[in-house]
Structures are given as C-alpha cells and as structure tokens.
C-alpha cells in the first residue's frame, strides 16, 4: 500500500530565508504527486502537482518541487519565505492523475519568524 | 457558491449520540469526497461520490458512518451513536470530475466527541 511520510512535523524559518519542506512515499507503480497548502481557517488548495514530464514542477507564490523517483521524493522549496507563508503543508500521492484514494501525509507546519 | 461549504464548523456532542455533517460543494463539480483528519495524523479517505452514487465507501470505519449526496448538490455524512474516537475535522472536497488531479476543500467540521 502506498504511504508518504513528511518527516518533519514543524518547521521554523526567517523571513527571506530559504526553505525545503520534506515528502518521501513508497510505491512501486507509477505515482502522482502533490503539495497541498492550508492557510490559518481556510481550506486546503492546490499548491502544485506532478503528472508527468519535467520532475522540477513551479507551483503558485513561487514554491517549487522536484520528483526523484530513485529517492521517491518530492520536496518543496522556496528561495525565499514570507510571513504569508506561514501555513500548513500537506504532501499527497496517488497512482493515477484523477484517483480519489489520495493519500496524504501528517503536514508539516511551517512557521515564518520576522 | 464560490467555494466547498461545510457546517457545522464545529460541533460538541455527548458519546452515544448522532451528528450530521454538511457539503455544500462547488457549483458544477460532480466528484465529492470526505476525508477525516484526527489529530496529528494525516488526512484518511472517507467516501467518495460521482454525482449521487458512492462508487466506494471503503473508507467509511464502521456501520455507524453513512453518508447520503442528493444529485451533484448537497452531501451530508451522518455519525450514528458517535464515540470518542470520532473526534476528529471532517474535511469535504470537490473536483470538476473524476479526472481532474485537483481537489477543492472546505474548511472542515470540528467534532468534538466527550
């Protein structure tokens, strides 16, 4: 069965610093891979997906995620954090682009320090 | 409505007793799905609907979970003889269809079993 893991529950990180935020699954068929982003009393949106093609995959507010599929990854990177950032994020995968058997992992809370 | 709606968004209840739990999904989207998310675990399928069949209810965790969506409106999961265990944020989503590789969440109903 497939799992995702995000290794790090809580991550705090200045203002303008860079930031990578941890996903690893296990799977052994082809998998679709996600990043979902929850503000403070919103609900969880689309951040960016990979379907196929190029493994470095651009997202809204300029996150960014490469898949290795020898590493079976898929961080998520930010050159440069905002105070507007701080939110929680959820990796997710699935084994075909529109399956509704997402599965998620726990989140990682990230928490931008002025 | 401009995005998925869910009420209550949050809901107190004694053990033993029943809850309903609303979607208002996003007008036009024919795919619905819940998912539950205790805490500091990840989000865990629930059930799925493709207009107002349920294609798959293995997620639900026991007979006391239904779950009923009249046509491509409403869905409301239903929480018979609740129990501790049940506390958790129940999470809506909506998807133009069921090829999409997006979901559109709402904000979650907070249920709080004692």
């Known amino acids: 069965a497939q799992s995702v893991t995000q290794l790090d529950s809580q991550v705090p990180v200045f203002e303008e610093a860079p930031v990578e935020l941890r996903c690893n699954y296990s799977s052994s068929v082809s998998v679709y891979l996600f990043w979902y982003v929850q503000y403070p009393n919103q609900g969880l949106q689309l951040l960016l997906k990979y379907l196929s093609g190029s493994t470095l995959v651009k997202g809204i507010n300029g996150f960014e995620a490469e898949f290795n599929k020898s590493q079976t990854s898929f961080h998520l990177r930010k050159p440069s954090v905002h105070i507007s950032d701080t939110a929680e994020y959820f990796c997710?995968?699935?084994?075909?682009?529109?399956?509704?058997?997402?599965?998620f992992g726990t989140g990682t809370r990230l928490k931008v320090l002025a | 409505g401009a995005g998925v709606s869910q009420s209550p968004s949050n809901k107190v209840t004694e053990k033993g007793k029943d809850v309903e739990l609303r979607c208002d999904p996003i007008s036009g989207h024919t795919a619905l799905y819940w998912y539950r998310q205790r805490l500091g675990q990840g989000l865990e399928f629930l059930i799925y609907?493709?207009?107002?069949?349920?294609?798959?209810k293995s997620g639900l965790p026991s007979d006391r979970f239904s779950a009923e969506r009249t046509g491509e409106s409403v869905s409301t999961l239903t929480i018979q003889r609740t129990q501790q265990e049940d506390s958790a944020v129940y999470l809506c989503?909506?998807?133009?269809?069921?090829?999409?590789?997006?979901?559109?969440f709402g904000e979650g109903s907070r249920l709080t079993v004692l």
């Open positions: 989503a909506s998807s133009l269809g069921f090829n999409t590789g997006e979901l559109f």
């Open positions: 609907f493709q207009g107002n069949s349920a294609p798959d």
């Open positions: 997710a995968v699935s084994d075909s682009p529109g399956t509704y058997k997402y599965i």
